[in-house]
């Protein structure tokens, strides 16, 4: 049975009220758009939607994965110091008990859209590491979006000092 509330977002830069399922397709729909940012406070239900869109795309997937992405949420809150993309995924793999991931078939697959990935909680990745190591951690997060790769990053908004810090990070995710 669902039970999911879905929520409404308040867009960056058009400051929009949308529900965040519509906003959610329209991105995933433009070929343009390939980064999207979730920031939002303790409490407010990032992990939970990352977790339902996930869910979405894998009966999506299951139904048609010709046609539709497969989804891969990926926690970082076990993720503690600086980290190279490449280790992320495989160990994320291995966890989940697939040990032999191939890192490049794995990124060549998102880089052309059969993947979506999800980074949830960048924020407790970062709690416990230097300002100058979670920059860096978060460019390599960034370093797989390129072609036509989608990756969704969720963030608590008081990880950032002010929207100046925010925006120098962040950029246009």
Same mark, same amino acid.
């Given at each position: 049975e669902d039970r999911f509330i879905r929520p409404n977002l308040l867009t960056d830069i @058009? %400051? $929009?009220?949308k529900k965040a399922l519509d906003y959610f397709s329209e991105w995933c729909a433009d070929n343009k758009k390939n980064h999207l940012t979730i920031l939002g406070d303790l409490g407010t239900g990032k992990s939970t939607l990352a977790t339902f869109l @996930?869910?979405? =795309?894998?009966k999506s997937y299951a139904h048609n994965p010709l046609r539709h &992405?497969? &989804?891969v949420l990926? $926690? =970082?809150k076990n993720v503690r110091k600086a980290v190279d993309l490449p280790s992320i995924i495989i160990r994320h793999f291995r966890d989940m008990g697939i040990p032999d991931v191939n890192y @490049?078939?794995?990124e060549y697959l998102v880089q052309k859209g059969k993947i979506i990935l999800f980074f949830d909680a960048f924020d407790e990745m970062a709690e416990k590491i230097e300002w100058d190591t979670t920059k860096e951690n978060f %460019?390599? =997060? %960034?370093s797989i979006v390129r $072609?036509?790769?989608k990756v969704i990053l969720t963030c608590r908004t008081h990880f950032f000092i002010n929207r100046e810090e925010q925006a120098t990070i962040l950029g246009n995710a």
């Open positions: @058009s %400051r $929009e009220n @996930s869910w979405q =795309l894998g &992405p497969a &989804p990926i $926690e =970082l @490049s078939r794995f %460019r390599e =997060l %960034r $072609e036509d790769a």
